[in-house]
């Protein structure tokens, strides 16, 4: 409950917002609040900490921004990141989420829990409202700054299997992101990776897409290196702050809205990890919530593993 730049109060502000608008939810979930749990029970009221489906975790040290995130993880076992990726090594709960410390939430992801076997490098996607009505996603968008050929090819795989379990896409179609949709178009990077993508008989690949067509209905997953992506991404978020300013309303641009996702998970580890912005209000904190319950639902990293587990036989 510490993470993230408006924390503690967002954080249970977005906790009681879960709760009142999924109420059809806390029969089958435990929520467990890492943070000074003083300042929790002082917050929610002690009725709500004593619902069945609260958990208060103590935690009397912050891992803040500035903070060194392999030292900071180590050395700050009182943290809620440190003792969250403790809980869910320890499988006390399925998916740890939160909006802190990114450095320090992927050295949890990465060195607690593991990348699976196969993937050099996790990955994290972001979503992409589509004028048709529905949703694709981007991926990477910032973790992997410099990638390699076959490491795109593993993003498109890891990309496919989520697109289709947690946004319900049925046979997700996959573009190379790139400067022409020739094939013979592009870096060495993503002529290389593109020849890749064509043989791999695991995802639908539709070739070379270019930035401009990437909000139209064509393809699913957009795969790119993390460098690229990122700078879409916050493209689009300072796209929405400008039509946001200017007092434009538009129901597909709303759509653009961080709060409306709560976050993202990252993808290729061994477990369930969350992670949102760090300015996120308690809308987002809400969302992030239901996105760790569809995540955890999706069984997504169960699928992973055997998708990866089969290309090793």
């Known amino acids: 409950m510490w993470g993230g730049d408006n924390s503690p109060a ?107 076997e196969g993937i050099s490098r996790p990955v994290i996607a972001s979503v992409l409202p589509r004028e048709c009505g529905n949703d694709g996603i981007i991926m990477d968008v910032g973790i992997n700054a410099d990638c390699k050929p076959e490491m795109l090819d593993k993003f498109a795989v890891i990309g ?38 064509k043989e791999n008989k695991r995802i639908n690949f539709l070739g070379n897409i270019e930035s401009r067509g990437i909000l139209n209905e064509g393809a699913d997953v957009i795969v790119c290196d993390g460098f690229t992506g990122n700078v879409i991404l916050k493209q689009a978020e300072s796209f929405y702050e400008i039509i946001e300013r200017r007092g434009i309303k538009d129901e597909y641009f709303d759509r653009f809205n961080y709060e409306n996702y709560g976050g993202t998970p990252v993808l290729g580890i061994n477990s369930n990890v969350i992670i949102a912005h760090g300015i996120s209000n308690a809308k987002a904190i809400c969302n992030m919530i239901k996105l760790s319950h569809d995540v955890v639902e999706s069984d997504i990293t169960s699928k992973i593993v055997e998708a990866m587990n089969s290309t090793l036989v």
């Open 10 to 116: 967002c954080n249970l502000n977005g906790v009681q917002s879960f709760i009142e608008n999924h109420p059809d939810l806390l029969d089958s979930v435990s929520l467990f609040l890492f943070g000074d749990s003083v300042s929790i029970s002082e917050h929610l009221g002690e009725e709500l900490c004593a619902k069945k489906y609260i958990q208060l975790i103590d935690c009397q040290e912050v891992i803040e921004y500035n903070d060194h995130p392999v030292k900071s993880f180590l050395q700050k076992t009182e943290s809620s990141i440190t003792k969250g990726f403790h809980y869910l090594k320890e499988g006390k709960i399925d998916v740890f989420a939160s909006a802190g410390n990114t450095g320090a939430m992927m050295v949890g992801a990465t060195q607690a829990i593991g990348v699976v």
């Open 160 to 197: 496919s299997i989520y697109a289709e379990y947690v946004y319900r896409i049925e046979s997700p179609k996959v573009g190379l992101l790139n400067i022409g949709e020739e094939e013979e178009k592009g870096s060495i990077l993503t002529k290389t990776a593109h020849k890749l993508l």
